[in-house]
């Protein structure tokens, strides 16, 4: 089955300064790739995905991802992050119909 | 639709004691999902359904866990005989097509087992 591993646990961020969340996945023929926030105590929601066509993938509240098949690899950007912003992101490929999450990535964001 | 809805939002049981868990899905999603996540992790796969059918149970889910969709709406997971390790957060997720639509999360249940 395919995985991703989520390489920093803890990313602390000043507001306004960009940030990069690095996924990489292992690799197969097709992949189908997941970004997911999750803030305290809520459920997950999606930020954006990548199934295929444009490697530069964006999503909701200014977040975007670059698919790179020869890195194996799905980071996510966002080039000014709020306070809001603070939560747990995951990044997933799909196996079939189920989703292998990888660890989560904490992000603080600090005024 | 308000989305998949989850109850309790919160459950504290004593070692022991049995409980479970109602996940509603939004309507027109055939399949359904449960899994589980312990802190400071990713969610893990536990079970899904697709209509009624439950079609997979993951290895994670001991004897002690049984989940259920009759008519393939809403689900049921229960747990018997409570341990502390069973303390997590139960999320429940909807889908109609997996690949394209995704799923759709609901807030969870949060489990801790005292």
């Known amino acids: 089955a395919q995985s991703v591993t989520q390489l920093d646990s803890q990313v602390p961020v000043f507001e306004e300064a960009p940030v990069e969340l690095r996924c990489n996945y292992s690799?197969?023929?097709?992949?189908?790739l997941f970004w997911y926030v999750q803030y305290p105590n809520q459920g997950l929601q999606l930020l954006l995905k990548?199934?295929?066509?444009?490697?530069l993938v964006k999503g909701i509240n200014g977040f975007e991802a670059e698919f790179n098949k020869s890195q194996t690899s799905f980071h996510l950007r966002k080039p000014s992050v709020h306070i809001s912003d603070t939560a747990e992101y995951f990044c997933a490929v799909l196996n079939d119909y189920k989703l292998s999450f990888g660890a989560g990535t904490t992000v603080t964001v600090r005024a | 639709d308000t989305g998949v809805s989850q109850d309790p939002r919160h459950k504290i049981t004593k070692r022991g004691q049995n409980v479970t868990f109602r996940c509603d899905p939004i309507s027109e999603h055939n399949r359904l999902y449960w899994y589980r996540q312990t802190l400071g992790q990713g969610p893990e796969f536990l079970t899904y359904f697709q209509n009624e059918a439950q079609l997979e149970k993951s290895r994670l889910l001991s004897d002690r866990f049984s989940a259920e969709r009759p008519k393939g709406s809403f689900s049921t997971l229960e747990i018997q005989r409570t341990e502390q390790g069973d303390s997590a957060m139960y999320l429940c997720a909807s889908s109609f097509d997996t690949v394209r639509g995704g799923y759709t999360f609901g807030s969870g249940t949060r489990l801790t087992v005292v």
């Open positions: 690799s197969s023929v097709s992949v189908y």
């Open positions: 990548y199934l295929s066509g444009s490697t």
